[in-house]
């Protein structure tokens, strides 16, 4: 049942997903009698659709200490809607003294010329868990959830930190297309307001530094949503004319990029096919479609011939959480929009993109084109 659903995923041109999604939704159950034992029943907790978790889970590091802190903050607003105060108060004791004992340790795990940067960004923390801790002791659960957001926005700060050098080479197949070496915020402006979208390129470098480099171009300015569904997906980047894609002036022909997609267990993405081919319909890639505002390229039938073309993912549903659906591996998802996310809710068919600009972090991009 998976494989005759997927050929007709695989068959829709440029990203044409209302079906897709729509089918999924509808026999999301019946699915899952066909997916291997290991996932064969609904998920017993909840999947994580929090785009900001997400990307913070993603970094490529590994310090333990730092992914306790974390943990324990992101589950803070969750142990105030079941009013466990007491863990809460431990919780809070727990980071601090957490900070107190690694502190030296984390500073010393940073490259030498971050060292200044990470203890600012240690000090803020340390600084951000004072209100936090007294919101806790007052059992004020108005103000928990925001608190503990402001401490985990240093948390991604220090680990980001600590990452010394991009990780892994992209196969040399795909070395000489643009590459984006780390992260860059991405600001959408349209016609119905304004959107941050955050660009991974330690997840999805070919397929990130694609879009960054178009962006710097200025291809999507003036470029219209040309497929949509107001409770499903938003679709752009195709331009005017025949052509469906970016066409590299220096070969005349259109730029393509590969299915990319990173596996929690792996250091480099999986290129070149997608889940379905491979087997592994059901796999959980480390950034799934899971939170309202996934961003993803579209592609055609040949899941490699990607683009311009990329999609904005809305939709959010228990039964289809991340691992689950039939979009997880096989679309490359590349970021998450993180800020604006009411924009999303107004645009619709035939809303314009006024300019696609890149506000931090261009300087990851490796590869550029000349306009």
């Known amino acids: ?12 041109s440029n990203g044409l997903l209302t079906m897709a999604i729509a089918m999924m939704i509808t026999i999301s159950l019946s699915l899952s009698l066909a997916i291997a034992p290991a996932v064969a029943a609904l998920p017993t907790k909840s999947a994580i659709k929090d785009a900001r978790i997400i990307l913070r889970n993603a970094l490529p590091i590994d310090n333990e200490s730092l992914r306790d802190i974390q943990r324990t903050l992101e589950q803070m607003p969750r142990q105030v809607n079941l009013k466990r105060w007491s863990s809460l108060k431990r919780d809070i004791e727990t980071i601090n ?7 030296a340790s984390v500073i010393s795990e940073a490259v030498s010329d971050r060292r200044d940067l990470i203890t600012a960004h240690l000090t803020s923390l340390t600084n951000s868990l004072v209100p936090l801790q007294e919101a806790i002791e007052i059992k004020d659960r108005n103000s928990i959830k925001a608190l503990s957001e402001k401490a985990l926005d240093y948390v991604g700060l220090i680990e980001a930190d600590l990452i010394a050098s991009f990780p892994y080479e992209v196969p040399a197949k795909y ?15 349209t016609e119905k307001g304004n959107a941050i979208i955050t660009v991974d390129g330690y997840s999805a470098p070919v397929n990130a530094g ?28 195709d331009p005017e004319g025949e052509i469906d894609g970016y ?53 055609p039938a040949d899941a490699n011939a990607g683009s311009s073309q990329f999609f904005i993912y809305l939709f959010e549903s228990e039964l289809t959480p991340a691992g689950l659906n039939l979009l997880d591996g096989n679309y490359t998802v590349f970021g998450y929009v993180t800020d604006g996310k009411e924009t999303l809710d107004k645009l619709r068919l035939g809303d314009k993109v006024l300019s696609a600009k890149v506000i931090s972090g261009a300087e990851n991009l490796v590869n550029a084109t000349a306009p």
Do not use: C, W
């Not at 659903?5 to 829709?12: E, H, K, P, V």
């Not at 003294?97 to 502190?103: A, I, Y």
């Not at 590969?258 to 950034?287: A, C, R, S």
């Open 97 to 103: 003294k957490n900070l107190v004992r690694n502190q």
């Open 1 to 12: 049942m998976i494989a005759h659903f997927m050929q007709s995923l695989s068959t829709i």
């Open 210 to 237: 694609q879009f960054i480099d178009l962006v710097q171009k200025g291809f999507y300015d003036g470029l219209t949503f040309t497929r949509a569904d107001e409770n499903y997906y938003l679709q752009t980047g």
């Open 175 to 189: 070395a000489q297309l643009p590459q984006l070496k780390g992260r860059a915020l991405v600001e959408l402006v």
């Open 247 to 299: 066409i590299d002036p220096q070969t005349g022909k259109e730029r393509n990029v590969p299915m990319e997609v990173l596996l929690p267990d792996q250091k480099v993405p999986l290129y070149g096919k997608t889940f379905e081919e491979m087997g592994l319909t059901g796999t959980l890639p480390v950034l799934p479609f899971a939170a309202f505002g996934t961003v993803a390229m579209a592609h």
